[in-house]
């Protein structure tokens, strides 16, 4: 087994555990919750089989739902995130970038790596509160929350990557 291997799955248990024992019990304004989870996704590089990014978004999502509680909205919307991936990074990536390039600030740089994120989280929030609410009956209460979990958890997700990824 290879070290990408172990590195997945230390910041699979990494993420589920602050998931579900920190960021699952925070609660701002009653209705943003972040979900760190989809870190998971942002950080696969561009030459991941599509197969093995869709088994690691469910993976972590099925977790994610059993520990939450949540019948399947993290399972779907990791999913939905993991088959966007490879296209968004495609999108944002160099042209002259590797089979093995990875996104982080150095190689995307700032505007490009948040923009990015942004783009991922508020689909992963999107699916999971409209999947959560499944009626439009109080859209203003689910707009807050999908924009509001999507701004936090870009920010927190910002603050992670300049922890593993200091600028030098």
Known sequence: MSSTFFTRLARFFILLLF??????????????????????????????????????????????????????????????????????????APRDATEDFTPTFRTLGFWTYLLYVFILMFVLHSVFYLLDAFTLSNWQLTLFSIGGGTLMTTILTVFIELLVHPKT
């Open 19 to 92: 998931q579900v024992l920190v960021f699952n019990q925070v609660h701002l304004f009653d209705y943003i919750t972040p979900l760190m989870i989809g870190y998971m996704v942002v950080c696969f590089r561009c030459g991941t089989s599509r197969v093995g990014l869709l088994l690691w978004g469910f993976a972590t999502g099925l977790a994610f739902d059993m520990f939450s509680n949540t019948a399947g909205m993290g399972s779907s919307a990791m999913t939905l995130i993991a088959m966007m991936q490879p296209s968004l990074l495609t999108l944002f």
